[in-house]
């Protein structure tokens, strides 16, 4: 197996000096990783795990490729939704939630977290447990924190998986995720995962890569933490009047209830829901096309999770069919 020093000797070309300009102009991988190991140390993490975090990474050239890749198109809410709010994805979840009911009921009572709702952003964020990413965590962090586009950034994370790692939750070896760090079948980043993780199973470890009474917890608990207002749904399929004028659509436009239902809009689900209970109308494909209530603080609970609309209606859908 060649060492950190030949790989990173090997990438020595006019293609990766001109993708990493400002990592070459701060120094060696190997000097990075020293001043990690030095503010680590102060931070109280021990020299063996560090030992054991560091050993064999080196710059892994796929993780800045993807890092610096832009998207090709962004999808419209048509497109999103066929592919994200599939029937496959439906069916696999309904299976699921039917095996694991009772701990996802258990979840839901203690952190007032529907079942449903830990079901969607778990369908999401790793396919239920399924695609949660084969980067080394530590290799990945390093090499975005070295790497420098947003190196502030990717060295904190990195700190934080250290910390991670000097816990106990996880051997470094285990440590998987997305290239840019993201963990486990929930895709916390460490950050997220100091603040939220949960060791639910009692174990001593926050295991969100394979124990689910872990992955369950830590997404309600990270939920509950940001604002979910127990008893209350994320939002629902709404019907507009004609003429509806779509200026006023949108989160930063919210109304009560009662005020919304005066202006002829209407509920689609039939569960009881607070007349003076905050909601913004969401028209994630434009004027003309699906009306969704969103409602408040809820929504923006899931949207802290992952800034986007899109994102926020789609782990909603998956939920209520998962459980209906």
């Not at 931070?43 to 890749?69: C, M, S, W, Y």
């Not at 209830?257 to 829901?273: C, I």
Request: proline share 4%; glycine share 10%; aromatic share 10%.
């Amino acid at each position: 197996m060649q060492n950190r020093r030949t790989l990173l000797a090997a990438a020595v070309s006019a293609a990766t000096l001109a993708a990493v300009p400002q990592a070459w102009a701060a120094g060696s991988f190997e000097a990075f990783l020293a001043g990690v190991r030095q503010d680590a140390r102060k931070a109280g993490i021990p020299d063996a795990t560090l030992d054991r975090a560091f050993a064999g990474i080196h710059v892994n050239q796929r993780v800045i490729e993807l890092d610096r890749k832009q998207p090709e198109f962004t999808m419209t809410w048509a497109q999103y939704r066929s592919r994200i709010v599939s029937q496959p994805r439906i069916a696999k979840g309904r299976d699921l939630y039917a095996r694991h009911k009772t701990l996802l009921d258990e979840v839901a009572q203690r952190y007032g977290v529907p079942a449903g709702i830990v079901m969607g952003i778990w369908g999401l964020e790793s396919n239920y447990g399924q695609s949660t990413g084969g980067f080394n965590v530590i290799e990945a962090l390093a090499t975005l924190a070295w790497e420098g586009r947003r190196a502030a950034f990717f060295r904190s994370e990195l700190m934080d998986a250290l910390k991670i790692l000097a816990h106990g939750d996880i051997a470094p070896q285990q440590m998987t995720g997305s290239y840019a760090g993201a963990m486990g079948q929930t895709q916390f980043m460490p950050d997220s995962f100091l603040k939220y993780a949960v060791d639910y199973s009692g174990t001593g470890r926050r295991d969100i890569w394979n124990d689910l009474g872990c992955v369950f917890a830590s997404t309600a608990n990270y939920l509950a933490r940001e604002g979910w207002q127990a008893g209350l749904e994320w939002g629902e399929a709404i019907t507009l009047p004609a003429g509806f004028d779509a200026a006023i659509a949108g989160r930063e436009h919210r109304r009560k209830l009662s005020e919304w239902r005066a202006m002829g809009v209407q509920r689609t689900g039939h569960g009881p829901v607070a007349e003076s209970t905050l909601a913004a109308v969401i028209l994630p494909g434009g004027a003309g096309g699906e009306a969704f209530f969103a409602y408040h603080p809820n929504f923006l609970a899931i949207r802290r999770y992952n800034p986007s609309d899109f994102y926020c209606i789609s782990v909603g859908l998956i939920g209520d069919a998962v459980t209906a």
